[in-house]
């Protein structure tokens, strides 16, 4: 195992994320003769579709799907390729001078980067409904994160509620498993099936159409789907029931576990703190960041790969990270032979032909986004949507004045769990767009670290002399 | 809440908060946890309301505890390790424990 | 048209902010300007600290009065500011420190000011139990503490409007030309008109200085804190260091606030920082040899701000010394959070009078003309 001792000053590119964005891209300037070096904080490889893929307890293949175990042959091409792969490896800060803050085995080191490649992946949308924060209540994703990794599956009562081709998908993977799942509460609005329709043609070119298709009848033919309007975690100590309203009224369910889930949005921390510019999109509802044709960013020498540039699925992120490898191979190695880029562009445009019609349907319904009353819209600070709406009529323009008033955003999520929730607010009450209102300015370090870890960096000579003198 | 399906990969034994329970190799923290039904980690600094993981990938930190003396560490990012003491954590971290 | 006003007041810090609303107290018509939101810089990301302590001779009147304004912050900007009083200390780590601190006391007393007191090894331990046991002694002044710097500043501009002045945001000073008796004040949203200026543009207040033909040597500097999660209450009073960089404050959430002095690289024309990790990791070294309490503490965020230093370390308040009707308060060389509320005071009894009644010799622009 890598310790933070062992990484050199300095590398010619260093990769964040060791999903398939990072691992592709990591691969490919690897093989092309550029040191590389691969931080992931997770302890294996595999990113969020391909988690734990060199470990994973679960056997049979048919529980997670064939597109799972395309992971492996990322995971071998990376290994082999002589990049350096170090996991439990954070990255807490980067900066446009490209200084890589990392943290392993509870020692920091900060290393030069010629060039990054942010391959961050995604996170699950924030799904701020009352008694979101109880013990029992998840997200969908932690519980297919607990399947592949651990071969946990869920055992007690579930409800799983919201929207999004990851919810079905979860779905489909537990009951494979021999999980149970009580009821699946859909959220997607009707109405955006109209929406979605103009882009149906697309779509059913995608690979994501029969896949999806196929995915639904598994899962319908197994489990009782309710429409629903509004959901409600209640419990004191612990979630114990669900309450949600639809058609036929209100009803209760009883459960043990209630996982959530309404899409997924680009990580943008660490892209956001190296002062890389993003702008709102629209379509997906969240921020993005501004990149080029090369995935590069605003900032000279950093680039934003995978999910991280806007949300298009694991084997696009993959051809993504390719892209910026190759940019970054040119750059710093000129001469260096590289794969074709016109192939790669042509699989990635099939990859990203469906979005539209995904994004279009699965759109999250306004009031599962912009809460209301006592319901926590910050869960570290424990802020509540009303409070963000009184602030925001008070005069309060952004996030970042808001931080200071109410503290959101400022416990040690920074921001992760409510950043979208707030500006949304905001936007709403001051009847103006997300773009206008922006996201949080976020500090380094992205991810907290420990004071330890921070008096652990090497002394510079610098420092050393100031303190001989 | 969880189970698990199979039950092959070596055991390990962590303590939390002094009581020894079973974990697997390749568990996180925050796994074990959960497979062992242990019902939340920690209370808020805020309210000190209980919380439990919530995300299992690193973004939530409501999986925060202490482990091996080191208060704060993120549940679902650590791998378990034989003898590894886990202590959940109660409202503001006490300084200099 | 040019809108009109009595003062335009340029930058919209806590000095801007503050002498907008003394000049609205004294009944006059000012116009405020700030190119980003009020408390955006320096004043609504500084570390706090309300401190009378270590300040230079020329500073002192300023800081008293601004001690008096502050400990009747509520009544006069309608917010409590999140100020409290537990006292700055600052800690010698050593007896010829010690030795220092004794020598500037005396001569503090000699001089009249009496908030400065020496405190040994026993009274250093009650007032900061959590400081390691080598310390022998420091200095204490009592009526020191700390405030929330972005509330402060966003009081002061409320308050300020409440009382008859305009804020605009949003809006860059970009030239300033005579126009008749009246100063035209060019910006990016149009002209403005007014026979007095108060250029209080912080980190960019030399921009403003030469657009008078008035160049001063100001260094743009940014001094990086960093803050833990929440930790249980263990210390009352703000402790600062003199031989190594460090200033360190529980707020009343349970955070600390790790400061100091060591710098980042600024980026005055994007409002960016590069933080300097290395010396953030002095400061850790520091803390975890002083607080052994904090051995177990997280950092959750580190940030910077961007400030003007001026080399003397003190700031410049004022009259121009080339252009009538044009005052000067800025260069508040990393410290000017405590001077906000006093020196807002004074710059409006300036301008309104001609005069103040409050000491600040050797303050004045003229200090810097080319000799
Ligand atoms: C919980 C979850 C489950 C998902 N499951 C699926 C699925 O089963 N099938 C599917 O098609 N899509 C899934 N997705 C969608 C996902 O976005 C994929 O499209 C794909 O994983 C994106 O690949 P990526 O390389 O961009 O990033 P990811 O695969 O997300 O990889 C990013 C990696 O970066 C690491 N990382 C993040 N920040 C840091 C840091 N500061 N320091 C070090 N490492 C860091 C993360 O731990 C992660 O390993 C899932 C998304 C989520 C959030
Ligand atoms: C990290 C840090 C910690 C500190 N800690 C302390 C402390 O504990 N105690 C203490 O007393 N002091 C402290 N200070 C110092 C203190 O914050 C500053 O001295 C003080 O805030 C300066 O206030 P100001 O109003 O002069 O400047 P600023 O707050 O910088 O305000 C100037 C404003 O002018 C605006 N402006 C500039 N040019 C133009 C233009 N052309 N047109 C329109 N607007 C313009 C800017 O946008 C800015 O908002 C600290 C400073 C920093 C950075
Ligand atoms: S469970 Fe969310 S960070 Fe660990």
Known sequence: ?469 | MFKRLADSSPAIAISVDGKTVTARAGDTVAAALLAAGIDHCRTTPVTGAPRAPYCLMGVCFDCLVTVDGVGSRQGCLIPVREGMKVETQLGRREAGR | MARAADVVVIGGGIHGCSTALHLALRGLKPILIEKDYAGRHASGVNAGGVRQLARDLHEIPLSISSMDLWERIEELVGDDCGFDAHGTVLVAENEAELAGFRERVEDLRLRGFEHEELIDASELRRLVPAVSERCPGGVVSRRDGAADPFRTTQAFRRRAVEKGAEVIEGVTVTGLSRSGANWRVETTDGDFEAPKIVNAAGAWADRIAAMLGEPVPLAVVAPMLMVTSRLAAFIKPVVILRGRKLSFKQLENGTVVIGGGHLSTPYRDSNETVLDWEKLAISARTVWELFPAMHQATIVRAWAGIEAYMPDGIPVVGRSSTSEGVFHQFGFSTHGFQLGPGTGAVMAELVATGSTNTPIDGLGIERFAAK
């Open chain 1, 1 to 469: 195992m890598t310790a933070a001792a062992d990484l050199a000053p300095s590398y010619e590119l260093v990769v964040i994320g060791g999903g398939p964005a990072g691992l592709a891209a990591a691969a490919l300037a690897a093989r092309a003769g550029v040191s590389t070096v691969l931080f992931d904080e997770n302890p294996g490889v595999g990113g969020q579709i391909y988690r734990a893929i060199t470990s994973t307890p679960v056997r049979s293949r048919a529980i997670l799907g064939e597109d799972y175990w395309d992971g492996a042959a990322l995971a071998d091409e990376a290994k082999a390729s002589g990049a350096l792969i170090v996991n439990g490896a954070t990255v807490w800060s980067l900066d446009r001078q490209r200084l890589v803050g990392v943290s392993l085995g509870g020692k920091a080191r900060l290393i030069e980067a010629g060039r990054v490649i942010i391959a961050t992946g995604s996170q699950e949308r924030p799904f701020p409904i009352p008694g979101w924060t109880l013990p029992g209540v998840m997200t969908a994703g932690a519980a297919q994160t607990a399947l592949k990794a651990q071969g946990l599956v869920v055992g007690g009562r579930t409800v799983l509620a919201g929207s999004g081709p990851l919810l079905w998908l979860l779905a489909a993977q537990t009951l494979r498993a021999g999980g149970r799942i009580d009821a699946i509460l859909d959220t997607t609005p009707r109405r955006n099936w109209l929406q979605a329709m103009l882009h149906l043609p697309d779509f059913a070119l995608s690979p994501y159409f029969a896949k999806g298709l196929a995915l639904l009848r598994e899962v319908r033919a197994k489990v009782p789907v309710h429409r629903a309007a509004t959901i409600e975690a209640v419990g004191t100590d612990r979630v114990r029931e669900v309450v949600f309203s639809g058609a036929g009224g209100t009803r209760r369910l009883p459960v043990d576990l209630l996982l959530l889930h309404q899409g997924v949005v680009p990580n943008v921390n660490l892209a956001n703190a190296a002062g890389v510019a993003h702008v709102w999109n629209d379509r997906q509802l969240c921020f993005v960041p501004v990149l080029d044709a090369e995935f590069g960013s605003s900032v000279p020498g950093i680039a934003v790969a995978g999910d991280g540039a806007g949300i298009a699925g694991g084997t696009a992120a993959a051809e993504r990270g390719r892209i910026a490898a190759i940019a970054a191979v040119r750059a710093l190695k000129p001469q260096a032979a590289v794969p074709d880029t016109q192939a790669i562009r042509q699989r990635l445009q099939r990859e990203e032909m469906g979005r539209a019609f995904l994004d279009c349907l699965n759109r999250p319904a306004d009031s599962f986004r912009l809460p209301e009353g006592d319901t926590i819209a910050c869960r570290c600070e424990e802020v509540t949507a009303k409070q963000v709406r009184e602030t925001a009529q008070m005069g309060c323009e952004g996030p970042n004045q808001m931080k200071a008033f109410l503290r959101c955003g400022m416990g040690p999520c920074q921001g992760r769990l409510c950043g979208l929730t707030v500006t949304e607010l905001i936007a709403a009450e001051r009847k103006t767009t997300p773009d206008e209102v922006g996201y949080y300015r976020l500090r380094p370090p992205v991810k907290p670290i420990t004071l330890a870890e921070l008096a652990s960096l090497p002394i510079s000579e610098a420092e050393r002399k100031a303190v001989e003198r």
